[in-house]
T-cell receptor, first 109, second 112 residues
Framework: GEDVEQSLFLSVREGDSSVINCTYTDSSSTYLYWYKQEPGAGLQLLTYIFSNKDMKQDQRLTVLLNKKDKHLSLRIADTQTGDSAIYFC?????????FGKGTRLSVIA | GAVVSQHPSWVICKSGTSVKIECRSLDFQATTMFWYRQFPKQSLMLMAT?????????EQGVEKDKFLINHASLTLSTLTVTSAHPEDSSFYIC????????FGPGTRLTVL
């Protein structure tokens, strides 16, 4: 199976919260990341969490990590149309990153 | 934050020609850069790790003679797709390592 799994699509209304989920397999991962990719563009690092933490908040973004279940989530509060993009979670094994396939977030006005 | 650029942003070439893509770290030196490939609606797959002054390390299944990587300076790594074919059409993204990976904006290659 895939090393890092994400649901492919998520649709939310503007102003609602979005929750994007990710599962990973490598318990030795040290950092877990969330990246945003807008159409035709590279990756923008949104946030990351060290594996010994279970939560990190950064303005509208909240990352939750359940290390026991190897589950990572990204919550975007007050989702805006500008948040429409593909969101990738990634785990760090040594240095190269292993990415999920990405979740396409569509925000409906 | 650290800035990584790629050139060109997009390129269209004929089958059989070679294409060079540059990845530059603009405001920091990077001894290690990475090259990723992204197919439509797919994740990024690591192709190779580029180390300044030494040979690149390729991931399994990536042909090193087809995807030539040169990391001649601490701010520049190049990826040359030799004898490109339509199946090489893809979005190529590089990253440079400084504590964390900083990604370039990507290069879209279309081979006709």
């Amino acid at each position: 199976g895939e090393d890092v799994e994400q649901s492919l699509f998520l649709s939310v209304r503007e102003g609602d919260s979005s929750v994007i989920n990710c599962t990973y397999t490598d318990s030795s991962s040290t950092y877990l990341y969330w990246y945003k990719q807008e159409p035709g563009a590279g990756l923008q690092l949104l946030t990351y969490i060290f594996s010994n933490k279970d939560m990190k908040q950064d303005q509208r973004l909240t990352v939750l990590l359940n290390k026991k279940d190897k589950h990572l989530s990204l919550r975007i509060a007050d989702t805006q149309t500008g948040d429409s993009a593909i969101y990738f979670c990634a785990e760090s094994r040594n240095t190269p990153l292993v990415f999920g396939k990405g979740t396409r977030l569509s925000v409906i006005a | 934050g650290a800035v990584v650029s790629q050139h060109p942003s997009w390129v269209i070439c004929k089958s059989g020609t070679s294409v060079k893509i540059e990845c530059r770290s603009l405001d920091f030196q990077a001894t290690t850069m990475f090259w990723y490939r992204q197919f439509p609606k797919q994740s990024l797959m690591l192709m190779a790790t580029s180390n300044e002054g030494s040979k690149a390390t390729y991931e399994q299944g990536v042909e090193k003679d087809k995807f030539l990587i040169n990391h001649a300076s601490l701010t520049l790594s190049t990826l040359t797709v030799t004898s490109a074919h339509p199946e090489d059409s893809s979005f190529y993204i590089c990253s440079a390592l400084r504590n964390e990976q900083f990604f370039g904006p990507g290069t879209r290659l279309t081979v006709l």
